[in-house]
Structures are given as structure tokens and as C-alpha cells.
């Protein structure tokens, strides 16, 4: 059957359209399992099994001997370069809470201008072995560990309040 060539441009107008909510719903379905794949699979996790790298390439496992926040970040992202600031001022003032600062696929010496030498409970560290043993669906993200290596909370991307927050309200300082 053919079209009539007068027809032929409408019915393309009308394949494109089709196509173009296929392709958008399709994302939207496949990001929220993504997520939900992350999520199961930090279940299956405890902060000791995940193993992260220091500026010399020596590996590193974070033992939770106090609340933990890891975020992982990277240098070609703003949003990352915002959270990972904003972080820092909350660390300044809850210094009690363990930050785990993972760079993920980026350059240890871009990663490096962004150190805390000297900061107590702070630790920089390359995180992209972490970061895709986990399939983290995106930079930022945070996970915030207990003590007992228990997953308190989890933030993919940005928020108006990083989830960090919520432990400066629900935690005293000990």
C-alpha cells in the first residue's frame, strides 16, 4: 500500500510525534528503575565491603565508627562543586559526623584543589570504583551511613536541602 505523496508529510510529522513520546517515556521508566536498581543494590551493601582509592592509589575502606556521609561528586559538575561547599560549611559546623569526599571519574589533581588537609573526620578520596560497583545513577549523590552501617538516607542529583540536613536536626552533638 502506498501513501499518497500529498499525505507524506503529515504522516512523517505524525511518526516523528509518536516516536518522541516513546523515546520520553521510555527515559522517565528507565531512570526510576535505575534508581530503584541503586537503591537494591546498597541494601546488599555495608560500608566496609565498598572500596575506595587515595591520591596514591592505595585502597581505603571506611569503617563506620561514627555516622557517615559519602558524596560523590565530580569536578566537571557544578551542581557537584554546590553540594560539595555546602557540605563543607555543614561539616564545619557538625565536625562529630564522618565526610567522605568521593571524586568520581575525574583527575586526582583537579579532585586535590578541593582537599581538607587537616580537617578532623574528613577523608578525600577517589570513589569511582565505589561509584560503579554500585551503578550510583548519577553525580551528586549522597548516601549517609549510621554507625552500624545501616543506610540512614540516600540523594540522587540536587535538592533545595541536601539530606545532610536532616542529621544536623535529628542528631546532638556528642
Not at 566537571?76 to 561539616?91: A, F, G, I, K, V
Not at 584543589?113 to 554500585?134: I, K
Not at 549522597?142 to 552501617?149: D, H, L
Request: glycine share 4%.
Amino acid at each position: 500500500m502506498r501513501i499518497d505523496p500529498k499525505f507524506f508529510n503529515h504522516f512523517m510529522v505524525v511518526v516523528a510525534v509518536f516516536c518522541i513520546i516513546a523515546i520520553i517515556f521510555a527515559s522517565f521508566l528507565y531512570i526510576g528503575k535505575q534508581e530503584q536498581r541503586f537503591l537494591n543494590r546498597l541494601d546488599q551493601r555495608s560500608l566496609n565491603e565498598l572500596v575506595f582509592t587515595n591520591d596514591r592509589g592505595d585502597t581505603l575502606q571506611i569503617v563506620p565508627e561514627r555516622t557517615v556521609v559519602i558524596l560523590f561528586w565530580s569536578t566537571w559538575s557544578e551542581r557537584s562543586l554546590d553540594m560539595l561547599e555546602d557540605l563543607y560549611r555543614w561539616h564545619d559546623e557538625y565536625p562529630q559526623f564522618k565526610v567522605v569526599s568521593a571524586y568520581v571519574k575525574d583527575a586526582a589533581e583537579f579532585a586535590s584543589v578541593h582537599d581538607r588537609p587537616g580537617a578532623d573526620h574528613f577523608t578525600l578520596v577517589n570513589g569511582t570504583g565505589a561509584y560503579q560497583e554500585l551503578r550510583v545513577p548519577g553525580v551528586p549523590s549522597v548516601i549517609v551511613f549510621s554507625a552500624e552501617s545501616d543506610v540512614l538516607h540516600t540523594q540522587v542529583g540536587t535538592k533545595e536541602q541536601p539530606v545532610w540536613h536532616e542529621l544536623s536536626s535529628r542528631y546532638t552533638l556528642h
